[in-house]
Antibody, heavy 120, light 107 residues
């Protein structure tokens, strides 16, 4: 079964850190670029970041650059998002998604999302 | 950053009616435009890729058209299960961006 499963969300105070994980199965993870997309409560979709299939290339939205870091472990079919210096505006459901090997493909696989709430 | 502007923001439609949603890009993106459907409390699902290519398993009443800066998603003969928010997404240039969404309600 082709799927992505996110975990690691929760409630965290502003300025603190959180690490999200995304576990993949049913497709060739090691050949796939992986993205994070977030959705604030009641709002639209916002692209956050992408990592290349080999982990060497990473790109971030301006809103998270310098605070969030992507990594992946192809031996474990796992993607990670380290989120530091969290702000209230980072509150959102975080989805991992992929369109295959190319960053520029449509996202045909999405996870179910994990909720991150940044609040004091 | 490429800005995608969707219209309308909201549409209330009777079953079997035709729905047209537009997405305008702030600069030319060729055909690198995709459409997703998101129902409440669900993750988005791909409907149309590269402006007009239907994704596998998507009902034939969904179609897409356009190129450059102007794109359209059409739902022919709307069904009750099509109540959702629809988003366009450009993958021409990083940062990738999404339109603001169009919520379709069934009357």
């Amino acid at each position: 079964q082709v799927q992505l499963v996110e975990s690691g969300g929760g409630v965290v105070q502003p300025g603190r850190s959180l690490r999200l994980s995304c576990a993949a199965s049913g497709f060739t993870f090691s050949s796939s670029a992986l993205h994070w997309v977030r959705q604030a409560p009641g709002k639209g979709l916002e692209w956050v970041a992408v990592i290349s299939y080999d982990g060497f290339n990473k790109y971030y939205a301006d809103s998270v650059r310098g605070r969030f870091t992507l990594s992946r472990d192809n031996s474990k079919n796992a993607l990670y998002l380290q989120m530091n210096s969290l702000r209230t505006e980072d509150t959102a459901v975080y989805y991992c998604a992929t369109g295959g090997g190319n960053y520029y493909n449509a996202f045909h696989i999405w996870g179910q999302g994990t909720m991150v709430t940044v609040s004091s | 950053e490429i800005v995608l502007t969707q219209s309308p923001d909201f549409q209330s439609v009777t079953p079997k009616e035709k729905v047209t949603i537009t997405c305008r890009a702030s600069q030319s993106i060729g055909s690198s435009l995709h459409w997703y459907q998101q129902k409440p409390d669900q993750s988005p699902k791909l409907l149309i890729k590269y402006a007009s290519q239907s994704f596998s398993g998507v009902p034939s009443r969904f179609s897409g058209s356009g190129s450059g800066t102007d794109f359209t998603l059409t739902i022919n003969s709307l069904e009750a299960e099509d109540a959702a928010t629809y988003y366009c997404h450009q993958s021409s240039t990083l940062p990738l961006t999404f339109g603001g969404g169009t919520k379709v309600e069934i009357k």
